[in-house]
C-alpha cells in the first residue's frame, strides 16, 4: 500500500510543483528553460537526451527537484515507501526520454494512446506539441496540469500586457504636462 502511495505521489504531486513553480515561471519571467529546452538551433532529443552542456543539466535538474524533494521524507517511511518513491523517480526520469523521442521516429499505437487518454499521461506526440508551440501542452507527465497552466499564462499576460499600456499611458501624460508646462513658462 504504501509502495503505491508513495510512488503516485511522487509522480502527481512531483509534476504539480514541477509544473507550477519551476515550468510556468519559467515561460514567464526566466530564459534558462526557453534558451536550452526550447532552443530551436538543435534537436531536442539532442539538448533533452545526450547534451552534457552545463546550463541544460541546470535545466533538467531543476524541473527534477520537486520530484526529488518529495521522493526524500518517503525514502525514511519503510522500505516499502522508499521502494516506491525510487520507483516514481526512475519511472519520470525514463518518461523523460519517452517524451522526447518524436525526434527520431517514435510513433505512438492505437492501444497506447487510448490508455494514456484514460490516465491522461503525456505522450511523446503531446509533449512534442510543446516544443513546436511552446505555450501550450503543459504538465510534463499529466495532460490535466495543462489547463490551468495556460490559464496562469493567459492570466499573468494579461496583466502584464495592462500594466504595460497603463505605465505608456502614464509617460505620455507627464510628457503633455510637460510641453504644457513649457509652453506657459515661455508665454510669461
Ligand atoms: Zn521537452
Ligand atoms: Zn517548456
Redesign the pocket.
Known amino acids: 500500500m504504501m509502495f503505491f502511495v508513495s510512488l503516485v505521489i511522487v509522480l502527481i504531486v512531483g509534476d504539480l510543483g514541477s509544473t507550477f513553480l519551476y ?1 510556468i515561471p ?2 514567464l519571467w526566466f530564459k534558462l ?2 534558451r536550452t ?2 532552443d530551436r538551433n538543435r534537436s531536442y532529443w539532442d539538448h533533452a537526451i545526450l547534451s552534457k552542456d552545463p546550463e541544460i543539466l541546470l535545466d533538467g535538474l531543476l524541473g527534477a527537484l520537486p520530484y526529488i524533494v518529495l521522493a526524500i521524507p518517503f525514502c525514511f517511511l519503510g522500505p516499502w515507501a522508499a521502494a516506491g518513491a525510487i520507483l516514481g523517480l526512475v519511472l519520470g526520469q525514463l518518461h523523460v526520454w519517452w517524451r522526447h523521442t518524436v525526434e527520431i521516429g517514435w510513433s505512438s499505437p492505437p492501444w497506447l494512446v487510448r490508455i494514456a487518454r484514460i490516465f491522461q499521461i503525456v505522450l511523446p506526440e503531446d509533449h512534442n506539441g ?2 513546436v508551440n ?1 505555450d501550450i501542452e ?1 504538465g510534463d507527465i499529466f495532460r490535466f496540469y495543462d489547463a490551468p497552466a495556460r490559464a496562469i499564462l493567459t492570466y499573468v499576460r494579461s496583466v502584464q500586457r495592462r500594466r504595460r499600456t497603463a505605465l505608456k499611458r502614464l509617460e505620455r501624460i507627464r510628457a503633455l504636462r510637460a510641453v504644457r508646462s513649457l509652453r506657459t513658462t515661455q508665454r510669461a
Open positions: 515550468h519559467q515561460h528553460h526557453l529546452h526550447h510543446h516544443h511552446p503543459f
